[in-house]
């Protein structure tokens, strides 16, 4: 049950923080604009909706480890070097 839980959670933070990340992609000028023939799509396509993703997914295994207490140092340790750099 406690899978099903950290799912529904990782699924409404996506529907959350991918269209926060698109308006502040537009606010920043963060956007991918075509130029030319080489780009796939015609109209402009923001650039930080992986970085929503890439959060959702590292809080959605903190959350995991937090609550199975398997491998949760491990993980943890790399998620804080990953968020704030190894300073030691």
Known sequence: MKYLYMFILAALLSFILTPLAKKIAYRLNAI????DDRRLHKKPIPR????????????SINMLCWKTRRFGWYIN????????GNYR
């Open 32 to 35: 991918d604009v075509p130029k």
């Open 48 to 59: 930080l909706g992986g970085l929503a993703i890439f959060f959702i997914l590292f809080n």
């Open 77 to 84: 340790r790399c998620n804080h070097n990953c968020y704030y």
